[in-house]
């Protein structure tokens, strides 16, 4: 269901490692996975979205890096997906994982002064590439904390995406809330949208962040929202994903 309806620009899921030595985690972030209610008449009353999944969004130092990661899971299925960004050293590191029923694909992706880097592999197959971004790029989750703290400019902007195995570009645009909003500790704040829209028109992604907690992030394809949701909501909920097993058949 996952991969026929999200198209992602931008996001990704994790699937949480085993802790490494050095470790630590600096902020962690639940949500519930919604998607709007599909073949629904409307001539009739709206109906609420229904429930498919959760998601965490984790930030971590590993051994001197800074790491970034997003864990996606299902209820009901086997599909789960690993997206981590590591940076340190001068070195930009993506890597892309996804357990599917039957199937499966894993990414990494290096970033380099004049692009890309990317190896690919699935079940019977890999394929290594080099992107082009002369005028730079980012990667997924490092356009997002960008976005958290400020930093991300509005105007042109080029990204990688995962997803298709390709360079988006586009434009980031941020509109502020009409009125304060209480984040998670109470506090009133405005809330700030940003959205990436790609040069043929269509949204990448849409973030809504309140202070600097991120609040909701909507994908372009299939309508998919992850709303935020307090950890104890997202602990009852997890139990209803499958889980994969714990070794990974296209692991190299």
Do not use: K, N
Request: aromatic share 8%; net charge negative.
């Amino acid at each position: 269901m996952f991969f026929r309806l999200l198209g992602l620009a931008l996001v990704a899921g994790g699937l949480a490692a085993a802790p490494e030595q050095g470790s630590r985690t600096l902020r962690e972030e639940t949500f519930v996975l919604e998607l709007p209610p599909q073949d629904r008449d409307p001539r009739l009353r709206p109906a609420p979205p229904d429930e498919v999944g959760v998601a965490v969004l984790r930030r971590s130092e590993v051994d001197g890096f800074v790491q970034c990661e997003w864990d996606v899971r299902f209820y009901g299925d086997d599909t789960r997906v690993l997206h981590v960004e590591s940076t340190g050293s001068g070195t930009e590191r993506l890597v892309w994982r996804e357990w599917r029923p039957g199937a499966g694909r894993s990414l990494t992706a290096e970033g380099t002064p004049a692009g890309f880097e990317v190896v690919e592999w699935g079940r019977h197959e890999s394929l290594r590439t080099r992107l082009e971004a002369p005028e730079g790029g980012s990667f997924p989750i490092a356009a997002l904390e960008r976005a958290r703290e400020g930093e991300l400019a509005t105007g042109r902007f080029a990204w990688f995406d995962p997803l298709a195995r390709a360079v988006e570009r586009g434009t980031v645009t941020l509109a502020f809330g009409a009125e304060p909003t209480p984040d998670s500790r109470g506090e009133a704040v405005l809330e700030r949208r940003f959205e990436l829209v790609r040069d043929d028109g269509t949204r990448a992604v849409r973030w809504v962040f309140r202070g600097d907690e991120l609040w909701e992030v909507e994908w372009a394809a299939g309508g998919l929202v992850g709303r935020r949701v307090a950890r104890p909501g997202y602990e009852e909920r997890v139990g209803r994903c499958a889980a994969p097993g714990s070794v990974d058949p296209l692991e190299r």
